[in-house]
């Protein structure tokens, strides 16, 4: 009897103890909670981002929310690979495969907003680095290709590239919108004087132009335009 009470007590005391060391060695678990941020390109807080795991497991379908500081915690993850995800309006999606080996990892991941694409987009046109400028610019229209900014930036990095029909194409999608804004037709007019030679598009929109906007130096132009056109 002793002997099967001693026998008891020492595995008892071996199950304790691995399971004590398991806790210890942060390589060996099956769940541990995994804490995380994300920020912005701007190295922001990125708050109120969506993460789903794995298709959605976890949370469901809303998905667990980062909070004002874009902290999160995945809790009970279990260790291995994982595929995550993280979305929020006016952000490009994320996606990413994550290695949960170790308790102690934390999770740090970085989203691009629409405003961040587009800034870059347009140091990108002043620099003349034409490719990623398009690439941006491309990304950014995925997100909203009505926006009245990317429009005119599109505009001007096909003016900058001499694709003149098309600025003019993306210029009078902004006027589409319902958005007169005097630089619009201004721009519209440069192109049709200077670029392809349509003095009676250019006096339409200077014109427009200057129903929007009074401009001495714009009035002597139309006229001078319009004595050529006599």
Known sequence: MAKRMCAFLLAALLLSACATQQKRDPLSFDKAPLFGMIYDEENQPCAGARLFVDGGEGKGETGLVTDIRGRFVLPDLTRGVHDVVA??????????????????????????????????????????????????????GKLDSGDSVLLYLQAVMAYRTADYPAAVGYLNNILDEGIHEPSVYLFIADIYEKKLSDSGKAIENLQAYLGEHADPNAEKRLAALKALEK
């Open 87 to 140: 979305k929020k309006e006016g952000y490009e999606e994320l996606s990413t495969k994550i290695a949960f080996l170790n308790r102690t990892d934390a999770l740090f991941l970085r989203m691009v907003s629409f405003g961040q694409l587009l800034t870059n987009a347009e140091k990108a046109i002043e620099a003349r680095k034409w490719e990623q400028a398009q690439e941006l610019l491309g990304r950014a």
